[in-house]
T-cell receptor, first 112, second 116 residues
């Protein structure tokens, strides 16, 4: 079974600054997908960014980027130029053929 | 494009009762997955439905069951409710062909179930 670990329960960042969320996972597969989801207080789970394991290039979506280290089984999320609207719970997720396995989440607060 | 919708938004039930939660998948998607999210935790996979059949199941007892209809909408049924069933239930839709399923799952807003 795949396990996903997020070791930071909470992170705080000043508006306009950068914050990095860590995630590690365990798998014996060579081909898989990784995701970061954002869940604001409204509860809607929103896809932030995805990474295909066979791609060496790190994914980027506007202010969000990842550092994917396949050998280390590490998948961190960097939020640049943090905005008040980035405040939410962030979940790292691993996808096998049909299901997502989520970490416990990291709560991000943004200080004005 | 219509997103994933779930009903009801909130629900309060008594221990031992039965509950049915509903999900309409995003337009063009044929696969529905259900997740349980306890307070302060990450979602846990319950099961997935594809072509009206259960396609995979997580570590949940048989009193958790589901259905998928020809229009790809889905229901989650929970019998003999227990206090620990109190959680946010999330539905996610995706598109699956004969081989690998699409890598993205799109979530609905969830149903908050409280069991007293």
């Amino acid at each position: 079974a795949q396990t996903v670990t997020q070791s930071q329960p909470e992170m705080s960042v000043q508006e306009a600054e950068t914050v990095t969320l860590s995630c590690t996972y365990d798998t014996s597969e060579s081909d898989y997908y990784l995701f970061w989801y954002k869940q604001p207080p409204s509860r809607q789970m929103i896809l932030v960014i995805r990474q295909e394991a066979y791609k060496q290039q790190n994914a980027t979506e506007n202010r969000f980027s990842v550092n994917f280290q396949k050998a280390a089984k590490s998948f961190s999320l960097k939020i640049s130029d943090s905005q008040l609207g980035d405040a939410a719970m962030y979940f790292c997720a691993y996808r096998d053929d049909y299901k997502l396995s989520f970490g416990a989440g990291t709560t991000v607060t943004v200080r004005a | 494009e219509t997103g994933v919708t779930q009903s009801p938004t909130h629900l309060i039930k008594t221990r031992g009762q039965q509950v049915t939660l509903r999900c309409s998948s995003q337009s063009g998607h044929n696969t529905v997955s259900w997740y349980q999210q306890a307070l302060g935790q990450g979602p846990q996979f319950i099961f997935q439905y594809y072509r009206e059949e259960e396609n995979g199941r997580g570590n949940f007892p048989p009193r958790f069951s589901g259905l998928q209809f020809p229009n790809y909408s889905s229901e989650l049924n929970v019998n003999a409710l227990e206090l620990d069933d109190s959680a946010l239930y999330l539905c996610a839709s995706s598109s699956r062909t004969s081989g690998w399923s699409s890598y993205e799952q799109y979530f609905g807003p969830g149903t908050r179930l409280t069991v007293t």
